[in-house]
């Protein structure tokens, strides 16, 4: 008689572990990760036409690193069709808070660097977006330019 008083406590607890949903340790579904994302930079050229200069096929690189900030990288871009050359810059120091759905980007004040030095005259400002597994998104004042990207995880090769 004195089993079937613990069943009523037993059953319950069976049932609760058998429907828990375990992750593998480590593993999230919305785990970012480093990896290339490619698609289009917008930058507006604030002249009096109000010209953007769109760039298709842009690589970007994004590292998230353990102290909730990232590095972002824009692989060979030119930001206006005037500029001579494409060249590589890097965004260091990008806040990135963990959400539901991966990470929320933000940045004030962050110089960015190119060429093998800073760049302080295109201090970046106002930087706001997202990474998930799948895209990267990121609008940001470059200097005086307002700057968006908008780019698809690229598969590893």
Avoid at 18 to 44: F, I, L, N, Q, R
């Amino acid at each position: 008689m004195k089993n079937f008083l613990f069943l009523p406590i037993i059953i319950p607890a069976l049932l609760l572990t058998a429907c828990g949903k375990d992750e593998p340790a480590g593993k999230s579904a919305t785990a970012v990760t480093d990896g290339t994302y490619s698609g289009a930079m917008h930058v507006t050229q604030n002249d009096s036409a109000g010209t953007v200069y769109t760039q298709d096929s842009v690589n970007v690189t994004f590292t998230p690193t353990a102290d909730s900030t990232a590095e972002i990288k824009m692989v060979q871009v030119r930001f206006s069709p005037r500029m001579p050359i494409k060249l590589d810059m890097t965004i260091p120091g990008v806040t990135a808070v963990k959400t539901s759905e991966g990470l929320a980007l933000s940045g004030d004040s962050i110089v960015p660097l190119a060429m093998g030095g800073e760049y302080p005259v295109y201090t970046i400002t106002g930087m706001t977006g997202t990474a998930t597994p799948q895209t990267l998104s990121f609008e940001l004042l470059c200097g005086a330019y307002p700057l968006t990207f908008s780019g698809k995880r690229q598969p590893v090769e």
